[in-house]
């Protein structure tokens, strides 16, 4: 079962969003279930979910080439066998460690367009119905160059222009633009993430903000863009993607949500889905993203992810309860 991204929840009061469903970034199976068929059974068995996002650190369609396609073909037919709906691939923490469409060297940002032309078809290929992430850095002396600054991005909306038309030519239907937690990443705050729409605006296919809750907590200001709800809050050009991490201002974690990380952590989900129910409409499928240190036990990876999804689905149900509860007040019969 694939591309599961095809319709959005209608607004709802206090957070009670029908249909809403919980899924996964598979960033947690890099380096320790690489294998599809073992990913999707862990994902159904252990975790009970039944929707991912594929990481592309799993995958470099430019690094392994034919390979990578061929691993596509078996996460395609694994999602297919476990019932998962695959709503998307995603930039992982390889393309992370890049400037990317932002290199100071021209060719270079040359390369990571190309890369990202890979991606799409990789994206095509595994059945996915839209990919993106992470887009590029700016090095030190270029963000403290204002008329650098302003080349490099619009060099770069024109060049996002060019993958919506890759994209549209491959079949996809969306590409994704990802919130960061650096101010030298564009779209680190609210005004930059809509300029970046407006620069992307008319696109072949739209380019929609996917929204890590993770990065405004991690964000060293005061104002509205270091507040995770007020995101959430903001009008946006399309519906936006919803990651889920748990984060403060020490750090972009990725932290499960296990109750000692909670304590510490800026991303509440009471408060993420009452947001969300004061929305027109979100995307059906919330993506936990979490990331372990590479030594974590494997066993403990896998009890954190459990904790974590138990987390969101209790606070789902109450989310929903309280929806019911208002509506029957109201004298509205509940779902209606």
Known sequence: MTGGVGTVVGQRSNG????????????????????????AELIVGRLGLRDCQVSLDLADPVREGRAAFAYAA???AACEDAGIRLHSTFTGLSAYATNGLLHPDEAMRSVAQRWFEACIELSAAMGAPGTGGFLGALSVADAADA????????????????????????????????????????????????????????????????????????????????????WLRESWAQVPVIQLQQANRTGDHHWPFTPSHNADGLVVAADVLSALGERAAVDPCLLLEIIHAHEADDERVLDDLVTSVAYWREAMSEAAQRASDSEQAAGKPAGG
């Open 74 to 76: 078996q996460v395609r």
């Open 16 to 39: 009670g969003l029908p249909g809403l469903r919980l899924g996964i970034n598979t960033c947690f199976a890099a380096k320790r279930w690489p294998e599809p068929k073992r990913c």
């Open 147 to 230: 008329r650098r600054r302003r080349e490099l991005t619009a060099e770069l909306g024109d060049r996002m222009q060019g993958l919506a038309e890759s994209a549209a030519a491959a079949g996809l239907d969306f590409l994704m633009m990802e919130n960061m937690a650096v101010t030298r990443e564009p779209g680190h705050s609210m005004v930059e993430a809509h300029e970046l729409e407006g620069v992307v605006s008319g696109s072949a296919v739209p380019w929609r903000l996917c929204l890590d809750l993770g990065h405004p907590a991690a964000l060293q200001t005061s104002d509205p863009s270091g507040d995770p709800v007020a």
